[in-house]
């Protein structure tokens, strides 16, 4: 499978604890995008990088939330000391990053639940 | 930032017929409009998309309309089909330095046999 993979599919934690999880995207996409979804809503904008660099962040992103792609390939996202909102479905896309192809290929996402 | 709306929230259509979804968008800078299905459980999964140079798209069942004046556009389905029943979201990006996608909140499609 060449699609976007992310790892793990579902995470069950207890409310402080932290949290790592891992998106490889399609190999030959420079931009790389994480949302987060809540059951019955739209995938919401967290924060992207093209190659190594992120460039843009949610103000949904707290401090406690911290991402890098340190080669421009995989990505990793950390919550840190979670809050049971922060339970929600992690998506990880990535898109070839030139302005006439900016199709976005989603990953099957990480499940959080914070009890 | 950019706003998009998305109507209906539910629609449930009769096997056979046609079902059409409807966006609006605020940034006039948004240049790249597609829309996603996502079944149960699953990934989002692009269907179809429009450029802001293009009125109209259309791929066998699926077809997309682009109002740039009103900054609405819609998804067409036609001849429904029960696999046709998933949640539908529309997203809208801007073509800056800055790019980021923002979704609509989705319409859930339930297709009746």
């Known amino acids: 499978d060449t699609g976007v993979s992310q790892d793990p599919r579902h995470k069950i934690t207890k409310r402080g604890q932290n949290v790592t999880f891992r998106c490889d995207p399609i190999s030959e996409h420079n931009r790389l995008y994480w949302y987060r979804q809540t059951l019955g809503q739209g995938p919401e904008f967290l924060t992207y990088?093209?190659?190594?660099?992120?460039?843009?962040k949610s103000r949904l992103l707290s401090d406690r939330f911290s991402a890098e792609r340190p080669k421009g390939s995989f990505s990793t996202l950390e919550i840190q000391r979670t809050e049971q909102g922060d339970s929600a479905m992690y998506l990880c896309?990535?898109?070839?990053?030139?302005?006439?192809?900016?199709?976005?290929?989603f990953g099957s996402g990480t499940q959080l639940s914070v009890l | 930032g950019e706003n998009v709306e998305q109507h209906p929230s539910t629609l449930s259509v009769q096997e056979g017929d046609s079902a059409v979804i409807k966006c609006t968008y605020s940034d006039s800078a948004s240049n790249y409009f597609p829309w996603y299905k996502q079944e149960l459980g699953k990934r989002p999964q692009l269907i179809i998309d429009i450029r802001s140079n293009v009125g109209e798209k259309k791929d066998q069942r699926i077809a997309v309309t682009l109002n740039k004046t009103a900054k609405h556009f819609s998804l067409h389905i036609t001849e429904t089909q029960p696999e046709d029943s998933a949640v539908y979201f529309c997203?809208?990006?801007?073509?800056?330095?800055?790019?980021?996608?923002?979704f609509g909140p989705g319409t859930r499609l339930s297709v009746l046999p």
């Open positions: 997203a809208a990006s801007r073509d800056n330095y800055g790019q980021n996608f923002v």
């Open positions: 990088f093209q190659n190594e660099a992120q460039l843009e």
């Open positions: 896309a990535s898109s070839l990053g030139d302005s006439e192809n900016e199709k976005l290929f």
